[in-house]
């Protein structure tokens, strides 16, 4: 009868789009697992360098200059998004983009951007600088916002090589799961659990202290050590 084929019809239907959300989201998944983890050896390296360039063979032309490089300074970009899933109204548009600075022949910063667009006034961005020497390149670790804010649409977390082993873990444990969440990742708590935690209605604390923080208590100045 026609209804059963039909029926039979949009059963096919359905199994094929679910099937390709699946494999479209695992593979987005895999491929930022993949770079976040790249982050981490980098950061752990003895000569990050010499591994950013086994990166850029690696990536090919997926991990490409931006306009403007020098031979003096350049920076490179890789970008990963869930733009086929996000296509067919299913969830939210989800992306994240890494930038690598060089400056005369070194690897000096590795810069990420995750966020994700929602239908509201304020759609929720978090940013990670991981500084590729001792000093010079950054802070030790810097969070904000920090202590207690109402601050739950823009994050940004610094450290260099000098950070903990908790606080360069904590920096880097992006939610996945905003590639696939149905409602959407809604604030930077969702995008970095591992950073910030609610502490009352419509405010937000840091699970760390970093120097802002360190600051603002003590009155102080910071230390050389800092920097």
Same mark, same amino acid.
């Given at each position: 009868m ?26 987005? *998944?895999?491929?930022v697992?993949m770079?976040l983890n790249? /982050? ?27 306009e ?6 350049c ?5 990963f998004?869930?733009r086929?899933?996000?296509a067919?109204?299913v969830?939210?548009?989800v ?9 005369k022949g070194?690897?000096l ?5 995750y966020?994700?667009a ?7 961005v ?6 590729m020497?001792?000093h010079?390149?950054?802070?030790r670790?810097d969070?904000?916002?920090h202590?207690i804010?109402?601050?739950?649409w823009?994050g940004i977390?610094?450290f260099?090589t000098?950070a903990?082993?908790e606080? *360069?873990?904590?920096?880097?444990a992006?939610? /996945?799961d905003?590639?696939?969440r149905i409602? $959407? ?5 969702? /995008? ?7 502490? $009352? ?12 923080q360190?600051?603002?208590?003590s ?9």
């Open positions: 026609l209804w059963r084929k039909l029926a039979l019809v949009a059963a096919v239907i359905l199994v094929v789009c679910t099937t390709f959300l699946v494999i479209s989201v695992w593979k987005t *998944r895999t491929d697992a770079i790249e /982050l981490r050896e980098l950061g752990r390296s003895q000569d990050p360098t010499a591994d950013f360039k086994m990166l850029q063979r690696k990536y090919g032309s997926k991990l490409s200059p931006i403007g490089c020098t031979p003096q300074n920076e490179y970009k890789i970008a998004s869930n086929n899933v996000s067919l109204r969830v939210p548009y992306e994240m983009n890494v930038w690598f600075e060089m400056y070194s690897l910063f590795a810069m990420l951007e966020r994700t929602l239908k509201g006034p304020n759609s929720p978090v940013h990670v600088q991981q500084g020497c001792g010079g390149c950054g802070v670790f969070v904000n916002p202590g804010s109402q601050q739950m823009n977390v610094e260099d000098r903990t082993a606080q *360069r873990n904590s920096a880097l992006l939610n /996945l905003c590639f696939a409602a $959407g990742c809604k604030d930077i708590i969702d /995008l970095l659990p591992t950073m910030w935690i609610h502490s $009352g209605p419509g405010t937000i604390s840091s699970r760390l202290v970093g120097l802002s360190k600051l603002e208590d009155h102080g100045f910071p230390s050389a050590d800092d920097f």
